[in-house]
C-alpha cells in the first residue's frame, strides 16, 4: 500500500506537574530531512532519535515540536540562594556605618531580585526515568503521524491509479483513427505527384508509400505504452516504497506519448495524446508525494 510523504501526528505526557505536547510534521522530501525544532531533546540523545525517525518514517522534510505547559502556579523561574547571599553579604558590609544601613527590608529585598543571577530559569534537563517518559510520547507520536501517511496514500492509490486507467483507456480512441489516417497520408502523396504531372514509376512509389508509413507506425509506442502501465500498477501494489521508482515509470510513460504526438500525423490523435499528457502530468505531481 501507498503511502504519502505528508502527514501529522501529535502525543502527550506528564512530567510531574508539567505537559508536554510533541508534533511531528512531514511533507515531500527527496531524503530524510530531520529537523528538531526544541531543545528539551538531550545532545547525547539525538542521533538515537534522528535515527528512529530516519528507519520509521524514511524519507521526508520532517519537523519535531515539543512544547511544554507549565502547571497552574509553577514558577518558571527560580531564586539562586548562593547568589542572593553573596549581594546580600557585599551590600551588607557596602553600607555598614552609612545613612543606608537603616534601609527597609522591603526596599533592600526588590534591589537584590532585580541584580544579575539571582533569578534563575528552571532548569529543563531531564532525569533518565523522564527522557524514557518523553521519547515513549515521540515514538507515539511518530505512530501517529505514520498512520496519517497511510491514509493519505490510500487516497493517492486511488488517484494515480484512475489516471493510468485514463491514459490505458485512451490508447483504444488512437487505434480508431490509425486506418483513416494511413488513407489519409496515401491520398496526399497521390495528391502531390499528380499536382507535380510527375510520371512516376509506380513500385518506386509503392517503396515510398511503406517508408513513409513505417516511419509513421505507432504500434511500438502502444505496446511500450501499456507496458509501462502495467509496471506502474505492478510496482505500486508490490513495492515497499515505490515512489521513486513510479517517478522513473512516469518519465518513460511520457516518452512514448510524446513519441505518439510526433507521428500522430492526425488532429484527432493529437487530441488525444493532449489528454494522456493531462493525466500523466498529474501522476507526476502526485508521484512526487508517494514515499
Given at each position: 500500500m ?13 512530567l ?13 522530501g ?7 525544532k ?6 547525547d ?11 520509521r ?21 527560580q ?5 542572593l ?8 558590609k557596602?553600607?555598614e ?6 534601609c527597609?527590608?522591603?526596599?533592600l ?7 544579575p543571577?539571582?533569578?534563575e530559569?528552571r ?12 521519547y515513549?510520547?515521540?515514538?507515539r ?5 505514520d ?22 483507456s ?30 512516376m ?16 507506425d ?5 505496446v ?15 513495492d ?20 505518439l ?9 493529437q ?6 499528457k493531462?493525466?500523466?502530468?498529474k501522476?507526476?505531481e502526485q ?5
Open positions: 501507498l503511502k504519502s510523504m505528508t502527514g501529522y501526528g501529535k502525543a502527550e505526557c506528564l510531574g506537574p508539567d505537559k508536554y505536547l510533541i508534533e511531528i510534521r512531514s511533507v515531500n527527496k531524503n530524510a530531512d530531520i529537523n528538531f526544541t531543545s528539551l531533546i538531550p545532545r540523545r539525538e542521533v538515537e532519535v534522528r535515527k528512529y525517525i530516519a528507519d518514517l524514511g524519507r521526508g522534510s520532517i519537523d519535531l515540536f515539543i512544547t511544554v505547559e507549565r502547571a497552574e502556579g509553577a514558577a518558571t523561574k531564586i539562586s540562594r548562593p547568589a547571599l553573596a549581594y546580600y553579604t557585599q551590600l551588607e557596602a553600607v556605618g552609612t545613612e543606608l544601613a537603616c527597609e527590608p522591603d526596599t529585598l526588590s534591589a537584590l531580585m532585580r541584580l543571577d539571582v533569578l530559569t532548569s529543563t534537563e531531564l532525569e533518565p526515568d523522564q527522557w524514557e517518559t518523553l515513549a510520547a515521540i515514538r507520536a511518530v505512530d501517529a503521524l498512520s496519517f501517511r497511510q491514509r493519505e496514500g490510500a487516497s493517492l492509490y486511488n488517484d494515480v491509479m484512475a489516471q493510468v486507467d485514463k491514459i490505458e485512451y490508447i483504444p480512441e488512437v487505434e480508431r483513427y490509425e486506418r483513416e489516417r494511413i488513407a489519409a497520408i496515401r491520398e496526399r502523396i497521390d495528391a502531390r505527384a499528380k499536382e507535380l504531372t510527375l510520371q514509376d509506380a513500385n518506386r512509389l509503392e517503396q515510398e508509400m511503406i517508408f513513409w508509413l513505417e516511419k509513421l505507432i504500434n511500438e509506442e502502444k511500450r505504452l501499456r507496458q509501462h502501465c502495467r509496471y506502474f500498477r505492478e510496482t505500486a501494489d508490490n515497499p516504497l515505490p515512489g521513486r521508482k513510479l517517478g522513473f515509470i512516469a518519465q518513460e510513460m511520457g516518452r512514448e506519448i510524446n513519441t504526438g510526433s507521428k500522430a500525423n492526425h488532429a484527432e490523435i487530441k488525444w495524446v493532449v489528454r494522456m493531462d493525466e500523466l502530468e501522476i507526476k508521484s512526487l508525494n508517494i514515499l
